[in-house]
């Protein structure tokens, strides 16, 4: 499921390197900002999955002609919450900014431009090997969707969470994984694990606000009030989940262009976006 992608990933790490690979304080939020400026987000086209309005309630737009020959989708988990379309918080913004982003840091990585849901119950979800789901603290998946999303990580996917904070949020988000996964093991990520280098090398991690709190110099929600970066790994030692707690990399996506935003997080968010996207391809 990998392999097509393997190639390109590091055929673009090879070609961007001397431009963008060390992305320092000031250099990289100014290369940020003109990419955001420069290359506005697209009129949306749609995925191969994105057009079901059954399901997104969504009146706009026609799948694209050549919308199921790209090497990359970020594909965003449809699934079933505590309250309605809680897997669409900051979307389609943050998916849609933050791919101009990617296609122009991976300049060679054939990605496709726009947004790409795709419910954990569809078969063809084993097609896309990186999914991104937020707000995973008000997950209440059906059967089928947790049946869905196991046979796609031991099928070789790669999942991403972000955007849940508190005790009670990480609670319901423990209970499901283990409904996914029963008797996996979550660990903090050791500072040195290949994915906070896959591409930038990152050091300082960031507590990424919500764009209002963010405006108020307050970076946390309810009573999470450090960040965590960990993961769920198999018996091989593969990471399956990339966890992403008491932070909201979304939000920064989102909210990128905006100038009282703040450069640090969303230049954070972003070495992350392309960190997690590089090392879920190419492992």
């Not at 590091?10 to 070609?15: D, F, Q, S, V, Y």
């Not at 737009?61 to 699934?79: I, L, M, W």
């Not at 960031?206 to 009573?223: C, F, I, L, R, S």
């Amino acid at each position: 499921m990998r392999g097509s992608v393997r190639t390109a990933l590091l055929t673009a790490i090879r070609g961007s390197a001397s431009r963008v690979a060390t992305w320092v304080p000031g250099r990289g939020a100014v290369l940020l900002g003109a990419l955001l400026l420069q290359f506005p987000v697209a009129p949306r086209p749609s995925g191969p999955h994105s057009f079901d309005r059954r399901v997104f309630d969504d009146p706009e737009g026609e799948p694209s002609e050549d919308s199921a020959h790209r090497e990359f989708y970020f594909t965003r988990a449809v699934y079933t919450g505590l309250r309605r379309r809680n897997w669409a918080i900051d979307y389609p913004k943050a998916d849609r900014q933050l791919m101009v982003g990617v296609r122009r840091l991976l300049d060679n990585l054939d990605a496709f431009e726009s947004e790409h849901p795709v419910r954990l119950d569809d078969p063809e979800l084993r097609r896309f090997p990186f999914l991104y789901a937020v707000e995973v603290g008000h997950m209440a998946m059906t059967d089928a969707e947790v049946d869905g999303l196991r046979r796609y990580l031991q099928a070789g996917g790669f999942l991403v969470v972000d955007d849940f904070w508190g005790s009670w949020e990480w609670a319901i988000f423990d209970e499901e994984i283990h409904r996914v996964l029963p008797g996996c093991t979550i660990v903090d990520l050791p500072r040195d694990h290949p994915v906070f280098s896959a591409f930038y090398d990152i050091r300082a991690f960031q507590q990424v606000p919500n764009v209002m709190n963010a405006m108020t110099g307050q970076t946390w929600e309810k009573d999470g009030y450090t960040p965590h970066y960990r993961g769920i790994f198999d018996d091989k030692g593969r990471l399956l989940v990339a966890i992403n707690n008491n932070t909201d990399l979304g939000d920064a996506w989102e909210w990128a262009e905006r100038p009282e935003y703040p450069l640090k997080y969303s230049t954070f968010a972003y070495q992350m976006a392309v960190n997690l996207i590089v090392y879920g391809m190419s492992h």
